[in-house]
Each structure stands twice: as C-alpha cells, then as structure tokens.
C-alpha cells in the first residue's frame, strides 16, 4: 500500500488592517483585510478610491499675516520658536 501524497500549503499570520484581528493567508498573497472586512469593504462600491495620483507631502508656504518676520523664518526652515 502506497502512502497518500500530503500536499502542504505554507500560511503567514497577518492583521486586518480595518479591524486589527488576526488571520492566516497563504503565504505570498498580498490581501491586507479579513474576510469579513473584505464583504464589507465590496458593499462601499470602491467611492473611496482616489481618481489623482498620490503625492508625498511638501511644504506649503508660509504666509505672514500678522507675524513677525524672525517668527516667520523659523516657521519656513522647521525650527522651533
């Protein structure tokens, strides 16, 4: 009599990042929720995706409007005042 193939699959314990609770993916997919969260999140209709390109926070200038100008330049280099 011939042993049975055992066919192994590799899991990775993951987090939901909606809810936080703890489940077990195949290890290499790439899913970031639970199923649960997933249901859900496929009920939203996807209205939460951005049409823009994503972008990394700048500096937005620095307006003096009543300021002081000593006040104004450490505010524009990220200083402390």
């Given at each position: 009599?011939?042993?049975?193939?055992?066919?192994?699959?590799?899991?990775?314990?993951?987090y939901?990042?909606?809810?936080?609770?703890?489940?077990?993916?195949?290890?290499?997919?790439?899913?970031?929720?639970c199923?649960?969260?997933?249901?859900?999140?496929?009920?939203?209709?996807?209205?939460?995706?951005?049409?823009?390109?994503?972008?990394?926070?700048?500096?937005?200038?620095?307006?003096?409007e009543?300021?002081?100008p000593?006040?104004?330049a450490?505010?524009?280099?990220?200083?402390?005042?």
């Amino acid at each position: 009599m011939e042993p049975d193939v055992v066919e192994m699959v590799e899991l990775e314990l993951k987090y939901c990042e909606r809810c936080g609770s703890l489940w077990l993916r195949p290890k290499g997919v790439q899913e970031v929720y639970c199923s649960r969260c997933l249901a859900k999140i496929a009920q939203l209709g996807g209205w939460w995706k951005s049409k823009s390109k994503p972008r990394l926070p700048g500096r937005a200038p620095v307006k003096n409007e009543g300021r002081s100008p000593e006040l104004v330049a450490v505010i524009a280099e990220g200083g402390e005042a």
